[in-house]
């Protein structure tokens, strides 16, 4: 058991509690709890009443820190740990790894945005990247349980905030970089740069896969590290010859090392191509054969609301996490690939997060599909109807409709379909939730879906 907390509600009986100030909770305000609970030991910011040891240090979250990194890093050395960032693909990409290595014998565990998995365990996390003790903690986890390697997201904030210190990448992976997040980071430049101290964490000699059609792939080729490019350039380590689509696989033809390849993946759009290749580059950088990776590859899946599709009203529905200008342009000119009728989208911005994108979101929506239905995605404490007055502000184009509600606004796009049309569901993804203010509602893209199935065969069956 790590000896620290910082949850009071989490406290064991023997753990030193330390108190984070964080932007709303100040676990100074939670210190007698945690002495109830059994700590012997308050690390704290400013003097403090107990009756048991205390220490007063200039920065808690410091402390908190250093103290993981000099006592329990060294105890996760013989973890293998993979590292992914980049805006979009993460989640996909290491979760294909995450399914790839068990299937191939190698135990593993996934941390990112869609939980903490392993075994048949899994856990959800508040954040793509969680707070440093969690991720200590997560790693302990795993490694108790039998796991040698783990496939982790790591986002650009956690990077920034040294959430990962202390800890040895083996293998680093880059998808793209793409506006997001620009609430937090103000430019461009200050996100790569963000994303570039992952550098930091990789061990000597480490393994990199970087995606080189991306414009700032060329960022992540170092000197001193073993280097896969991926791509459809000509120097591209991994090169993309062709691809072939279909609504529900795609077949790849690419090279790597001079050797022609061919895979079936059980994926869709150009954008998971390059999902594939990186997990792909991934496994090689642990040495795993190409025919060992090709024949797995039909037993792996995508993770939920990553391009996951419904048969619906005669044609089909996709639910999809793009919630940012290039996942949604990447996403909607996938399916106009594949479309036989007519595109229609359902997409919406989050409240209290980067206001800049929205009308760059409003008008790629309306401008590569038929129909958009714009909706409410996450407000938060932001008025709905602000963040649709950003959206669709001085928009040349008029085939769209705003229905605030999110069920109505798929319901709608649903009654609306007619034969072999394809509807987008966009931003929300794998989240089962809406945040309406400060709480969060049970709501869940897929299962709006089929409960207007259910609903309209009952209607059907019934008349």
């Given at each position: 058991m790590i000896e620290f907390e910082t949850d009071s509600r989490k406290v064991q009986p023997g753990q030193t509690f330390v108190a984070i100030k964080g932007f709303t909770v100040d676990g100074h305000d939670y210190i007698n709890s945690a002495i109830e609970k059994g700590a012997i030991k308050v690390i704290v910011e400013h003097d403090v009443d107990v009756n048991?040891?205390?220490?007063?240090?200039?920065s808690t979250k410091e402390f908190i820190k250093n103290a993981l990194v000099e006592k329990y890093s060294e105890g996760l050395k013989d973890l293998t740990i993979l590292g992914v960032t980049g805006t979009n693909g993460k989640t996909t990409t290491c979760y294909l790894t995450y399914q790839m290595l068990n299937k191939l014998g190698i135990k593993c565990a996934y941390l990112g945005t869609i939980g903490f998995y392993y075994d048949d365990v899994k856990i959800e996390l508040p954040n793509t990247t969680p707070e440093i003790l969690t991720v200590y903690k997560l790693l302990y986890e795993a490694k108790e349980h039998g796991c040698t390697h783990i496939v982790m997201e790591v986002s650009s904030q956690s990077l920034e905030e040294e959430r990962v210190a202390g800890l040895n990448y083996k293998t680093i992976a880059f998808t793209n970089?793409?506006?997001?997040?620009?609430d937090f980071h103000k430019t461009m430049e200050n996100y790569l740069n963000a994303k570039l101290k992952i550098f930091n964490y990789l061990e000597k000699n480490g393994n990199v896969?970087?995606?080189?059609?991306?414009e700032y792939g060329k960022y992540f080729i170092k000197d001193g590290y073993n280097t896969i490019s991926l791509g459809y350039k000509d120097d591209a380590t991994i090169k993309i010859n062709e691809a072939h689509y279909t609504p529900t696989y795609t077949i790849i033809h690419f090279s790597y090392n001079g050797n022609n390849l061919e895979v079936k993946t059980n994926l869709t759009s150009k954008f998971n191509v390059y999902n594939y290749l990186t997990c792909f580059g991934i496994l090689k950088s642990l040495n795993i054969s190409d025919e060992d990776i090709i024949n797995v590859t039909k037993e792996t899946y995508p993770p939920k609301g990553r391009c996951e599709i419904i048969e619906v009203n005669e044609g089909v529905a996709v639910v999809d996490y793009a919630h940012t200008p290039d996942a949604v342009e990447k996403v909607i000119n996938s399916f106009l690939e594949l479309k036989t009728n007519r595109i229609i989208t359902i997409v919406g911005c989050g409240g209290d997060r980067d206001p800049i994108k929205r009308p760059i979101m409003g008008s790629i929506a309306c401008k590569l599909s038929d129909h958009v239905i714009f909706t409410n995605d996450n407000p938060r404490t932001e008025d709905p109807k602000n963040i649709m007055n950003d959206i669709t502000k001085d928009l040349p184009y008029d085939?769209?409709?705003?229905?605030?509600?999110?069920?109505?606004?798929?319901?709608?796009?649903?009654?609306?379909?007619?034969?072999?049309?394809?509807?987008?569901?966009?931003?929300k993804g794998h989240e089962d939730y809406q945040i309406l203010g400060h709480e969060k509602v049970h709501f869940d893209d897929c299962e709006q879906v089929n409960n207007w199935k259910k609903e309209s065969f009952f209607i059907l069956s019934t008349s």
């Amino acid at each position: 058991m790590i000896e620290f907390e910082t949850d009071s509600r989490k406290v064991q009986p023997g753990q030193t509690f330390v108190a984070i100030k964080g932007f709303t909770v100040d676990g100074h305000d939670y210190i007698n709890s945690a002495i109830e609970k059994g700590a012997i030991k308050v690390i704290v910011e400013h003097d403090v009443d107990v009756n048991i040891e205390k220490e007063i240090v200039p920065s808690t979250k410091e402390f908190i820190k250093n103290a993981l990194v000099e006592k329990y890093s060294e105890g996760l050395k013989d973890l293998t740990i993979l590292g992914v960032t980049g805006t979009n693909g993460k989640t996909t990409t290491c979760y294909l790894t995450y399914q790839m290595l068990n299937k191939l014998g190698i135990k593993c565990a996934y941390l990112g945005t869609i939980g903490f998995y392993y075994d048949d365990v899994k856990i959800e996390l508040p954040n793509t990247t969680p707070e440093i003790l969690t991720v200590y903690k997560l790693l302990y986890e795993a490694k108790e349980h039998g796991c040698t390697h783990i496939v982790m997201e790591v986002s650009s904030q956690s990077l920034e905030e040294e959430r990962v210190a202390g800890l040895n990448y083996k293998t680093i992976a880059f998808t793209n970089l793409t506006q997001d997040h620009l609430d937090f980071h103000k430019t461009m430049e200050n996100y790569l740069n963000a994303k570039l101290k992952i550098f930091n964490y990789l061990e000597k000699n480490g393994n990199v896969i970087t995606n080189i059609d991306d414009e700032y792939g060329k960022y992540f080729i170092k000197d001193g590290y073993n280097t896969i490019s991926l791509g459809y350039k000509d120097d591209a380590t991994i090169k993309i010859n062709e691809a072939h689509y279909t609504p529900t696989y795609t077949i790849i033809h690419f090279s790597y090392n001079g050797n022609n390849l061919e895979v079936k993946t059980n994926l869709t759009s150009k954008f998971n191509v390059y999902n594939y290749l990186t997990c792909f580059g991934i496994l090689k950088s642990l040495n795993i054969s190409d025919e060992d990776i090709i024949n797995v590859t039909k037993e792996t899946y995508p993770p939920k609301g990553r391009c996951e599709i419904i048969e619906v009203n005669e044609g089909v529905a996709v639910v999809d996490y793009a919630h940012t200008p290039d996942a949604v342009e990447k996403v909607i000119n996938s399916f106009l690939e594949l479309k036989t009728n007519r595109i229609i989208t359902i997409v919406g911005c989050g409240g209290d997060r980067d206001p800049i994108k929205r009308p760059i979101m409003g008008s790629i929506a309306c401008k590569l599909s038929d129909h958009v239905i714009f909706t409410n995605d996450n407000p938060r404490t932001e008025d709905p109807k602000n963040i649709m007055n950003d959206i669709t502000k001085d928009l040349p184009y008029d085939n769209f409709e705003i229905i605030f509600d999110r069920k109505e606004a798929i319901y709608h796009g649903i009654e609306s379909m007619e034969k072999g049309d394809i509807l987008l569901i966009l931003g929300k993804g794998h989240e089962d939730y809406q945040i309406l203010g400060h709480e969060k509602v049970h709501f869940d893209d897929c299962e709006q879906v089929n409960n207007w199935k259910k609903e309209s065969f009952f209607i059907l069956s019934t008349s």
